[in-house]
């Protein structure tokens, strides 16, 4: 499936897709054609409401927009291949968020690359923006961007999903909680463990709201 990071969330799902749903509608009137097209109506729903930030992330992970699609589209290819199964799940998106990492971690590792989330232009606006502004009064930082950046990329695999997308792509809590397919309460969790580590990292004293 060709990934396209022009699709908004809610909007249409990629071609390939609606081709899908579209072969799906011409399957002949039966209770099996029927229940197929309704998988890939299920997959074309899922896939536009989670799309485009899932481009992003791959987006700060590899560093390239062209990367970052091609990405995006096997996970989705996997995913598409494996829907029944992932609508099994406990959590379908938790589920397709580790599709989407696993792709991301095998794409980097064929190149023999490490995540360039510090390197990304867009990372660091972001985090100048709303990182920064959030923590500057518990972390001494801002003379030194580059360690915190690298800091953050030391954090444990949960914090980290949940730092950047809270303050990398921009998501509500709300909004990171259904990403990855826990309570909003986890979020704020991770995110107070996530600033305590940070801090110790920086060698720096956390704020309120970071200790124990």
Partial sequence: MSAEDHQ??????????????????????????????????SFDA??????????RYAHTQSGSREAAQHIVGD???HLLDHWEHALRQESLTEYAWTVLKE???RWLSERGLRPLLAETAAFHAAARKAL??????????LEGEIGLYAAIGRLPER??????LRYVLGCTEEEVAGYLGFETAAVR???????????RELRTAPGPGTGD
């Avoid at 920064?132 to 930082?141: K, S, W, Y």
């Avoid at 914090?159 to 950047?164: F, I, L, N, S």
């Fill in 103 to 105: 792709h991301v971690a």
């Fill in 75 to 77: 996970a989705c290819r």
């Fill in 159 to 164: 914090q980290y999903d949940v730092v950047v």
């Fill in 189 to 199: 969790s991770h995110i107070r463990y996530a600033k305590r580590k940070l801090a």
């Fill in 8 to 41: 908004p969330p809610g909007s249409a799902a990629p071609p390939a897709v609606c081709a899908a749903a579209a072969a799906a509608d011409g399957a002949p009137a039966s209770h099996d054609g029927d229940a197929h097209r309704r998988l890939m109506l």
């Fill in 46 to 55: 899922f896939d536009a409401s989670h799309h485009r930030l899932w481009l």
């Fill in 132 to 141: 920064l502004h959030e923590l500057r009064d518990e972390f001494a930082v």
